[in-house]
């Protein structure tokens, strides 16, 4: 026979898990004196705090290999615990033109995510140039369902920007999208949306919303069945949502798609122009329907 021994402490409110060499307890002498084979896993038992239970746990030596399992995962346990002890932001932290803020993200994890976006700024700041010189301001919280920069920005708070936990934890936020909103916020929700998802996928450092890694143009051409006009994404004016008239995930991979499309077909100048004026007369030569008839052949490959 194995026999391995667990002992279970609270401390601070938390448990956790640890083997134990068992010392000699009383159902250890009486084994001993009655002769039976057994053997204790040699692990020394770190003393802590009040002890609540300690039950042991007999295992067959056929079962020796479930034994191990079950100490491993013991093992597991306890860095998780010592994980969930690190010490909480609760407060800002800066770094170079940002600024975390959050009562959820640990230091450690606030500082990465600080240089990070720090990072993901200058990559803007070189795509469209230094719109904005003020900090960016990050608030990383649970209660954010989706990340916003372009509403705030429009309500008066330009700079800030609210941001889903999970999303920085899983890597999917869609940092630098917000950070396009900031330096280049425009009233025609179309093109504002679609600028952010197109450099988002051109230059980001992770997958976000909404097409997570995967080629706009792709996204868009599967998007596009039963979509007569862009006219209606077109006529969206901040604040309110391109959902509003179109499904949000179909919405933005064709806006991305399509501003993609001006960009990389038509150059910068002519982009930037439309930006500024909404013209697309005037900066093209021809009308939103006649460019959005060339797109869709561009992405459906013909």
């Known amino acids: 026979m194995i ?23 009383i159902h250890d002498r009486a084994a001993r004196r009655s002769r039976r084979r057994e053997a204790v896993f040699p692990d020394q038992l770190i003393p802590t705090k009040k002890m609540v239970s300690r039950p042991v746990i007999r295992i067959g030596a056929e079962e020796s290999s479930k034994g191990w399992r079950q100490y491993i995962l013991c093992l597991v346990v306890l860095s998780v615990f010592v994980a969930q002890c690190a010490p909480v932001l609760r407060g800002a932290l800066t770094c170079e033109g940002v600024q975390i803020l959050s009562n ?9 995510y600080c240089l990070y976006a720090m990072h993901e700024r200058k990559k803007v700041e070189g795509f469209w140039g230094a719109a904005w010189n003020q900090p960016i301001r990050i608030n990383v919280s649970s209660s954010y369902r989706i990340s916003r920069a372009l509403v705030p920005g429009y309500l008066g708070n330009r700079g800030f920007m609210e941001m889903p936990l999970r999303t920085v934890r899983n890597n999917t936020s869609a940092l630098l999208h917000e950070i396009v909103h900031i330096y280049a916020p425009n009233d025609n929700r179309f093109l504002a949306e679609g600028l952010a998802v197109y450099v988002h996928a051109k230059l980001a450092g992770n997958p976000a919303f909404p097409n997570f890694g995967e080629d706009l143009r792709r996204l868009a051409a599967r998007g596009l069945s039963g979509i007569k006009s862009l006219e209606a994404l077109n006529g969206v004016r901040t604040p309110r949502p391109l959902s509003a008239v179109m499904d949000e995930k179909n919405a933005y991979a064709l806006a991305g798609s399509f501003v993609g499309f001006l960009i990389e077909g038509h150059g910068m100048t002519s982009f930037r122009g439309l930006y500024a004026s909404e013209n697309y007369e005037h900066w093209y030569g021809k009308s939103l329907d006649a460019l959005e008839k060339e797109w869709r052949l561009n992405i459906q490959g013909k």
Request: charged share 30%; glycine share 12%.
């Open 3 to 25: 026999t391995l021994k667990f002992k279970k402490f609270a401390i601070a409110g938390r448990c956790r898990v640890l083997a134990n060499n068992g010392g000699l307890g």
């Open 104 to 112: 959820e993200l640990t230091a450690s994890e606030a500082e990465d």
